[in-house]
């Protein structure tokens, strides 16, 4: 790491120097240069300022033995001791990671009554759980929770931990970052280990437009949190493999200032991360009311429809039905895309789709070399005729 220092007495024209920046970081305030938020660290007023004005001065890092850090944990998300899917797909991965490192692969479980999900985790070649099983942890709170995840940190001292992205994951995570000092890295769509048992942390960045490799090498435990549908989840074996590790904490860990009152269940929705079968709505869309067209497609395959971030920013569909970055990452077994460009955002949210179909009059669209199956045409000439041929299908099948 390092800092930007400013020698005032070598600025000289401050209006030319700031006009150096990019970003806007620089500013000029009570005939001063001064550094705000804004600074990405470029060094571009380093390199075309004055000589002088503006110095990078590396800081002195603490050294961290890595040898006495180890293992990959997995936090083991649920509600109510039913456990979200991207737990397993977590798992998956940290085996992988593990097996280069010759580590072992920790699943810690937080709640009430969880004996039974507990043993369910050794079906995964899990070599140990972790239970922290107390009545004050039936459902979650922030701060006993985090107290619990600290108590196995500070206990086991595992070199990484791998976090679903899930509403109770992007609470726990930065809050378990913090208490630890250490670093976290959000949304990763990679993930890879270094003999050095640094882990890399791959994430879309600036938009989208660059794909950031992250380290931390001076700091353990180094944390990641995952999207559901970005890893592949492991089979299920038959046998059970590990053991169940029961840990205890006091009563004052199991405090929260949060009391929870009552709990309304609500209405089962179905989320486009778990079809099979989806139809995207893009750009290429005309008005709403065309939106009948392609949910008549999705109806015919069994599938839901979806939309890229212009539909719902238009105000045509519902953000929870929007793929990509900044909506949800899906991997259906087919994706047909109606008027998709396919930026580098949307692509990052359902690139590891098994089949994708991609309809658009643009032949150079970047969808196109994502997208399995390319049709170059109008999606309102080329949709009509798929469904005809679809209902004459069935027609003639039943």
């Given at each position: 790491?390092?800092k930007?220092v400013?020698?005032?007495?070598?600025v000289?024209?401050?209006?030319?120097?700031?006009?150096?920046?990019?970003?806007?970081?620089?500013?000029?305030e009570?005939?001063r240069?001064q550094i705000?938020a804004?600074?990405?660290?470029?060094?571009?007023?380093?390199?075309?300022?004055?000589?002088?004005a503006?110095?990078y001065?590396?800081?002195?890092?603490?050294?961290?033995d890595k040898?006495?850090?180890?293992?990959?944990?997995?936090?083991?998300?649920?509600?109510?001791?039913?456990?979200?899917?991207?737990?397993?797909?977590?798992?998956?991965k940290?085996?992988?990671?593990?097996?280069?490192?010759?580590?072992?692969?920790?699943?810690?479980?937080i709640g009430?009554?969880?004996?039974?999900?507990?043993?369910?985790?050794?079906?995964?070649?899990?070599d140990?759980?972790?239970?922290y099983?107390?009545?004050?942890?039936?459902?979650?709170?922030m701060?006993?929770?985090?107290?619990?995840?600290?108590?196995?940190?500070?206990?086991?001292?595992?070199?990484?931990?791998?976090?679903?992205?899930?509403?109770?994951?992007?609470?726990l995570?930065p809050?378990?970052a913090?208490?630890?000092?250490?670093?976290?890295?959000?949304?990763?769509?990679?993930?890879?280990?270094?003999?050095?048992?640094?882990?890399?942390?791959?994430?879309p960045?600036?938009?989208?437009?660059?794909?950031?490799?992250?380290l931390t090498p001076?700091?353990?435990?180094?944390?990641?949190?995952?999207?559901?549908?970005?890893?592949d989840?492991?089979?299920?074996?038959?046998?059970?493999?590990?053991?169940?590790?029961?840990?205890?904490?006091?009563?004052?860990?199991?405090?929260?200032?949060?009391?929870?009152?009552?709990?309304?269940?609500k209405?089962?929705?179905q989320?486009?991360?778990?079809?099979?079968?989806?139809?995207?709505?893009g750009?290429?869309?005309?008005?709403?009311?065309?939106?009948s067209?392609?949910?008549?497609?999705?109806?015919?395959?069994?599938g839901?429809?979806a939309?890229?971030?212009?539909?719902?920013?238009?105000g045509?569909m519902?953000?929870?039905?929007?793929?990509?970055?900044?909506?949800?990452?899906?991997?259906?077994?087919?994706?047909?895309?109606?008027g998709?460009?396919?930026?580098?955002q949307f692509?990052?949210?359902?690139?590891?789709?098994?089949?994708?179909?991609?309809?658009?009059?643009?032949?150079?669209?970047?969808i196109?070399?994502?997208?399995?199956y390319?049709?170059?045409?109008?999606?309102?000439?080329?949709?009509?005729?798929?469904?005809?041929q679809?209902?004459?299908?069935?027609?003639?099948?039943?």
């Open positions: 790491m390092g930007l400013i020698n005032q007495d070598k000289g024209d401050i209006k030319k120097l700031i006009s150096i920046c990019p970003f806007g970081a620089l500013e000029e009570n005939n240069l705000n804004a600074c990405k660290m470029c060094k571009l007023c380093v390199k075309k300022g004055p000589k002088g503006v110095e001065i590396e800081e002195a890092v603490e050294s961290i040898s006495q850090w180890k293992g990959i944990a997995v936090y083991v998300d649920h509600i109510d001791g039913v456990i979200h899917p991207v737990t397993f797909e977590l798992i998956g940290a085996k992988q990671l593990a097996g280069k490192v010759h580590h072992p692969v920790y699943a810690v479980m009430h009554n969880i004996q039974a999900q507990c043993e369910e985790l050794l079906h995964y070649d899990v140990k759980v972790f239970a099983d107390e009545k004050e942890l039936d459902r979650f709170k701060e006993p929770y985090t107290n619990a995840f600290e108590d196995f940190v500070k206990n086991q001292k595992p070199s990484a931990i791998l976090m679903g992205a899930t509403p109770v994951g992007r609470q995570a809050r378990l913090a208490r630890l000092k250490t670093g976290l890295t959000a949304d990763c769509t990679i993930l890879d280990m270094n003999e050095n048992t640094d882990l890399v942390q791959i994430r960045a600036f938009g989208g437009n660059i794909m950031a490799q992250i001076n700091h353990r435990p180094q944390m990641a949190t995952v999207r559901y549908k970005v890893m989840a492991p089979e299920r074996l038959k046998t059970t493999h590990g053991e169940v590790i029961s840990c205890k904490l006091g009563r004052e860990k199991l405090e929260s200032q949060v009391t929870v009152r009552d709990i309304i269940p209405e089962k929705e989320f486009i991360e778990g079809a099979e079968v989806l139809v995207v709505a750009r290429g869309v005309k008005k709403q009311e065309d939106l067209l392609l949910k008549e497609l999705a109806d015919l395959l069994g839901q429809i939309c890229t971030r212009p539909v719902v920013e238009a045509w519902d953000a929870k039905c929007q793929v990509g970055l900044s909506g949800r990452t899906v991997r259906p077994k087919l994706m047909i895309a109606c998709v460009s396919g930026t580098v692509t990052a949210g359902m690139n590891h789709s098994d089949h994708i179909i991609a309809i658009n009059k643009d032949e150079t669209a970047p196109f070399k994502t997208a399995n390319c049709l170059v045409g109008d999606l309102y000439e080329i949709i009509p005729g798929l469904i005809n679809i209902k004459q299908g069935k027609t003639v099948s039943a």
